[in-house]
């Protein structure tokens, strides 16, 4: 069992719709969470970093953590074609230096 | 200007060659990585450099070698490489622990024949 788990998915959605994105943890001692974003063929970027609970908003995209439930979300509000990739939850420990990934959810926006 | 500009982009070769891959940061980061990502996408750490000095060495076969020439610069050697290593091997740097997010390289595609 992976101490990140994340849907697959793949995930359609039409153009316009608000998007959410999961992923659990079995590790209770994550204290930094992100969301990388991963277009085909290029390096993982990042879209969030969020420390401990809580919730952060950037535009169109806000990060939810519930370290209660070792849960976290991203939501994406009106979603783009451009928005279509794979996204990738991460977490860290407060020992730093290690970056542990979810297995990534694929998303299509269409037309 | 390219952040982590990693070399070469792809590369096949034939079972039990030798092969590095470098890697070059210009943001003035301290850390440095190596990720491997599977045909799943599924992105594993394989080393940790701090200033020069290896901190994680992620229970990765020892024909993999990196080296840290400098703080700027992150290198991987594979020895005799094998089908199972086919992947594609990403670089990364961070501030410090990473707290804040890692930037990471355009990957390596790594086939091997």
């Known amino acids: 069992q992976k101490e990140v788990e994340q849907d697959p998915g793949p995930l359609s959605v039409p153009e316009g719709a608000i998007v959410s994105l999961n992923c659990t943890y079995s590790n209770s001692a994550f204290q930094y969470f992100m969301w990388y974003r991963q277009y085909s063929r290029k390096g993982p970027e990042l879209l969030m970093y969020t420390y401990s609970s809580g919730n952060k908003e950037d535009g169109r995209f806000t990060a939810q953590v519930d370290k209660s439930s070792k849960y976290i979300s991203l939501f994406i509000r009106d979603s783009q074609p451009s928005d279509s990739a794979t996204y990738l939850c991460a977490m860290m420990t407060g020992g730093g230096n290690k970056l542990t990934f979810g297995t990534g959810t694929q998303l299509k926006v269409e037309l | 200007d390219t952040a982590v500009s990693q070399t070469p982009k792809y590369l096949v070769t034939q079972m039990g060659n030798d092969k590095s891959i470098k890697c070059e940061q210009n943001l003035g980061h301290d850390t440095m990585y190596w990720y491997k990502q599977d045909s799943k996408k599924f992105l594993k750490i394989m080393f940790s450099?701090?200033?020069?000095?290896?901190?994680i060495n992620e229970t990765v076969p020892n024909r993999f070698s990196p080296k840290s020439p400098d703080k700027a610069h992150l290198n991987l050697h594979i020895n005799s490489l094998e089908l199972g290593d086919s992947a594609v091997y990403f670089c990364?740097?961070?501030?410090?622990?990473?707290?804040?997010?890692?930037?990471f390289g355009s990957g390596t595609r790594l086939t091997v024949v």
């Open positions: 990364a740097s961070s501030k410090g622990q990473g707290y804040y997010g890692y930037t």
């Open positions: 450099y701090n200033n020069k000095e290896l901190i």
